[in-house]
């Protein structure tokens, strides 16, 4: 039997691919955007180390996998958790893009003037 997600009132189950995060689909995405919104915020500030951006860039790509393995293998999800796992999936890409350009930026910074 399914476990109930840990979410105070939530009674939803918890998908295998969630039982390590004890959430369930909704819960899990919810909290993911808000570690996600956190993030960018990080990077914004643009005072983490090359290495910081390489497990930030390490967690979305783990994080992706977990959506992925959630939205293919969860059984009789509804079409609004699916449009909401697409909606965290997107919003991991665009971490990922501003991952990018902050790198692309510390790249342009080290570089010495002629
Ligand atoms: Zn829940």
Do not use: Y
């Not at 819960?27 to 930030?56: M, N």
Request: net charge neutral; hydrophobic share 40%; charged share 25%.
């Amino acid at each position: 039997m399914a476990t109930a997600c840990s979410n105070p009132g939530c009674k939803s189950p918890v998908p295998a691919e969630l039982e390590s995060a004890g959430q369930c689909v909704l819960h899990f995405t919810q909290q993911l955007e808000r570690t996600c919104w956190d993030l960018r915020l990080e990077i914004a500030r643009g005072t983490s180390s090359a290495a910081r951006h390489a497990e930030l860039s390490d967690f979305v790509a783990d994080q992706g996998e977990v959506l992925a393995r959630v939205g293919t293998r969860t059984p009789k999800l509804s079409d609004e958790l699916k449009s909401r796992i697409l909606a965290t999936f997107l919003t991991l890409m665009n971490l990922h893009e501003h991952l990018e350009r902050a790198a692309g930026r510390r790249a342009s910074i080290s570089v010495p003037n002629p």
